[in-house]
């Protein structure tokens, strides 16, 4: 059995590294990105964005100061687990105290603020039943500079690809500075409204730079990022290159009479740890 004291540990570690410490994918796209800018200010951002990171990591303290709301993705196998909602938020409240994290969650009607960023339904955890012998856990800690230029169009079928990659492409460049770019651009397909939000969000956990398996969504991803990064808003939406470092899209098979589109905007701090546990 995995104890709820494994996952409240493993919660802890995953919540630190992942605020700490960008992943080694995210940050090769914004040395790339360095090297592809010709503007100078654009430079200039990315630099600070990269002296950022190098230091978070020096000092082992959060990269931003928005430490962001937990999101946890559990993939959950053929395994017995003690206490797992349980485990998780006693790990968000450790990494809270001991990181320490900003305390972001409140009550949404009267703003009270909890102080350990638990509270009802947060943090956000979302199960996937898997056939596996062991259990999966990601942190994705999100930020809410970036999750307020979240957008939803329940979109006509009739609209198709071409629809689909306008809206994705118009909800990116609408966001302008305020989701600190460069971005990642998550996009979910289908399903439902909310499953294809769900998606969005999860798309930002494939790795930048790692071309899609599906060679029509691969195509997609490419095309939309070419589009957003012509637009020249660039890093920090000063100007250049590098508006985003990459579009990640997932897919669900939907209704008839549907053609979801949920876009997910993350910042530069594409932020998430990922560990698996088996049975102890």
Same mark, same amino acid.
């Given at each position: 059995?995995?104890?709820?004291?494994?996952?409240?540990?493993?919660? $802890?570690?995953? $919540?630190?590294?992942?605020? +700490? =410490?960008? /992943?080694?994918?995210?940050?090769?796209?914004?040395?790339?990105?360095?090297?592809?800018?010709?503007?100078?200010?654009?430079?200039?951002?990315?630099?600070?964005?990269?002296?950022?990171?190098?230091?978070? &990591?020096?000092?082992?303290?959060?990269?931003?100061?928005?430490?962001?709301?937990?999101?946890?993705?559990?993939?959950?196998?053929?395994?017995?687990?003690?206490?797992?909602?349980?485990?998780?938020?006693?790990?968000?409240?450790?990494?809270?105290?001991?990181?320490?994290?900003?305390?972001?969650?409140? =009550?949404?009607?009267?703003?009270?603020?909890?102080?350990?960023?638990?509270?009802?339904?947060?943090? $956000? +955890?979302?199960?996937?039943?898997?056939?596996?012998? $062991?259990?999966?856990?990601?942190?994705?800690?999100?930020?809410?500079?970036?999750?307020?230029?979240?957008?939803?169009?329940?979109?006509?079928?009739?609209?198709?690809?071409?629809?689909?990659?306008?809206?994705?492409?118009?909800?990116?460049?609408?966001?302008?500075?305020?989701?600190?770019?460069?971005?990642? #651009?998550?996009?979910?397909?289908?399903?439902?409204?909310?499953?294809?939000?769900?998606?969005?969000?999860?798309?930002? +956990?494939?790795?930048?730079?790692?071309?899609?398996?599906?060679?029509?969504? /691969?195509?997609?991803?490419?095309?939309?990022?070419?589009?957003?990064?012509?637009?020249?808003?660039?890093?920090?939406?000063?100007?250049?290159?590098?508006?985003?470092?990459?579009?990640?899209?997932?897919?669900?098979?939907? &209704?008839?009479?549907?053609?979801?589109?949920? #876009?997910?905007?993350?910042?530069?701090? /594409?932020? &998430?740890?990922?560990?698996?546990?088996?049975?102890?």
């Amino acid at each position: 059995m995995i104890s709820e004291k494994t996952i409240e540990d493993t919660v $802890y570690q995953l $919540y630190k590294k992942a605020a +700490i =410490d960008l /992943n080694e994918d995210v940050v090769k796209s914004l040395e790339d990105a360095l090297e592809n800018e010709e503007d100078e200010l654009a430079k200039l951002n990315i630099n600070n964005i990269l002296k950022n990171i190098e230091l978070a &990591h020096k000092n082992q303290i959060p990269m931003c100061q928005d430490t962001g709301l937990g999101v946890i993705f559990v993939k959950l196998g053929n395994v017995e687990v003690e206490n797992l909602k349980e485990g998780i938020e006693k790990g968000v409240r450790k990494a809270t105290k001991e990181v320490p994290l900003r305390p972001n969650i409140v =009550d949404p009607i009267t703003r009270e603020n909890s102080g350990d960023n638990t509270g009802v339904y947060i943090p $956000y +955890i979302s199960i996937e039943l898997t056939d596996t012998d $062991y259990l999966e856990i990601t942190v994705l800690p999100k930020g809410f500079g970036s999750e307020n230029n979240n957008k939803l169009k329940m979109a006509l079928p009739a609209e198709g690809k071409e629809g689909i990659k306008d809206f994705v492409i118009e909800s990116a460049l609408a966001a302008g500075g305020k989701p600190c770019p460069p971005m990642v #651009v998550g996009v979910g397909i289908g399903g439902t409204s909310d499953l294809a939000m769900k998606l969005a969000k999860e798309a930002l +956990i494939e790795k930048v730079g790692q071309p899609n398996p599906d060679d029509e969504l /691969n195509q997609m991803e490419n095309e939309i990022l070419e589009r957003i990064n012509k637009n020249g808003k660039g890093p920090m939406g000063l100007g250049g290159k590098t508006t985003a470092l990459d579009v990640k899209i997932k897919k669900a098979s939907t &209704h008839t009479a549907g053609l979801p589109i949920g #876009v997910c905007i993350q910042c530069w701090a /594409n932020r &998430h740890a990922t560990s698996i546990l088996k049975d102890e």
